[in-house]
């Protein structure tokens, strides 16, 4: 599903106007986004909780030439999903 496909159906399930789903889209998205930047863990009950993982420093070397290198300090976002949200994958 690309955005404006969830916009879509964020106007029919909620019976608003598609400029108006479209801010609430936005909104979550830049809200999770600023959260995750802050440090914070965005927690949606019963769907999930996204989270940023740091990796730390760490040894490897380049495949074409074999010369060791450092890969620096890397954070990343993870998702961890729900209960809620795994039960309705299993049925699906």
């Not at 979550?28 to 993982?53: H, P, R, Y």
């Not at 420093?57 to 809620?84: D, Y």
Request: charged share 25%; proline share 3%; hydrophobic share 40%.
């Amino acid at each position: 599903m690309k955005k404006q496909e969830l916009i879509a159906q964020v106007a029919r399930e909620c019976s608003i106007s598609q400029s108006k789903a479209a801010l609430v889209v936005h909104g979550l998205t830049e809200t999770i986004k600023w959260s995750l930047a802050a440090g914070e863990d965005v927690v949606l009950d019963g769907f999930g909780v996204f989270f940023v993982q740091e990796y730390p420093e760490r040894l490897g070397h380049n495949p074409r030439t074999g010369e060791l290198l450092v890969i620096p300090t890397r954070r990343v976002v993870c998702f961890r999903a729900g209960q809620n949200l795994k039960r309705s994958i299993a049925q699906a």
